[in-house]
């Protein structure tokens, strides 16, 4: 996989100059080099370095998806047929928007806010969240975009839907 600076060395023109034409900053760019760099990027197969893009820009493209498990419990809320089937939705229609999922299964409220201060998030999904730790969350946002669903079951296997978003609009 080449680099920005390899396609530069192979084109002959500096690492700026590929970066530019790569973020559609094509105005200063003759169309020989163009054609050039254009030619070099698709026969190396350059795919952007996500670490650097994340460095780079205040956007990550990434949507984390949370599922708490009960810490003192053997089993995974993976092994329950009805979040394997959301799970497999959202990361369907997350894909189609053209953002990346990050699944996580925390068994602590530590390791929530842990993982929001960690990565550059553009949205986070919290499933099987206790509420009182969602209303922990909910009063201290870490992330522009705060979009939280928490499914809670109850002894009579009744299905509870709450849903609140800070910051810009929802995931469309």
Same mark, same amino acid.
């Given at each position: 996989?080449?680099?920005? %600076?390899?396609?530069?060395?192979?084109?002959?023109?500096?690492?700026?100059?590929?970066? @530019?034409?790569?973020?559609?900053?094509?105005?200063?760019?003759?169309?020989?080099?163009?054609? %050039? $760099?254009?030619?070099?990027?698709?026969?190396? %197969?350059?795919?952007? @370095?996500?670490?650097? =893009?994340?460095?780079?820009?205040?956007?990550?493209?990434?949507?984390?998806? $949370? =599922?708490?498990? /009960?810490?003192?419990? /053997?089993?995974?809320?993976?092994? /329950?047929?009805?979040?394997?089937?959301?799970?497999?939705?959202?990361?369907?229609? $997350?894909?189609?928007?053209?953002?990346?999922?990050?699944?996580?299964?925390?068994?602590?409220?530590?390791?929530?806010?842990?993982? $929001?201060? @960690?990565? %550059?998030?553009?949205?986070?999904?919290?499933? #099987?969240?206790?509420?009182?730790?969602?209303?922990?969350?909910?009063?201290?946002?870490?992330?522009?975009?705060?979009?939280?669903? =928490?499914?809670?079951?109850?002894? /009579? #296997?009744?299905?509870?839907?709450?849903? #609140?978003?800070?910051?810009?609009?929802?995931?469309?």
């Amino acid at each position: 996989m080449a680099t920005i %600076k390899e396609i530069a060395a192979k084109t002959g023109v500096s690492a700026t100059t590929v970066s @530019n034409v790569l973020h559609g900053r094509t105005a200063k760019v003759s169309a020989a080099k163009l054609k %050039k $760099i254009q030619s070099a990027i698709e026969a190396e %197969k350059y795919t952007p @370095n996500m670490g650097a =893009v994340l460095l780079a820009h205040s956007v990550s493209r990434i949507i984390g998806v $949370i =599922v708490y498990m /009960d810490p003192r419990s /053997d089993e995974t809320v993976f092994e /329950d047929p009805f979040t394997g089937a959301m799970i497999g939705a959202l990361e369907r229609k $997350i894909r189609e928007s053209g953002y990346y999922m990050m699944l996580y299964a925390a068994r602590e409220p530590q390791e929530i806010f842990k993982l $929001i201060q @960690n990565w %550059k998030l553009d949205g986070l999904l919290l499933f #099987w969240v206790p509420i009182e730790i969602c209303s922990v969350v909910q009063k201290k946002p870490m992330c522009p975009l705060f979009l939280s669903i =928490v499914i809670l079951m109850t002894t /009579d #296997w009744f299905i509870i839907i709450s849903a #609140w978003m800070i910051g810009r609009e929802p995931i469309r």
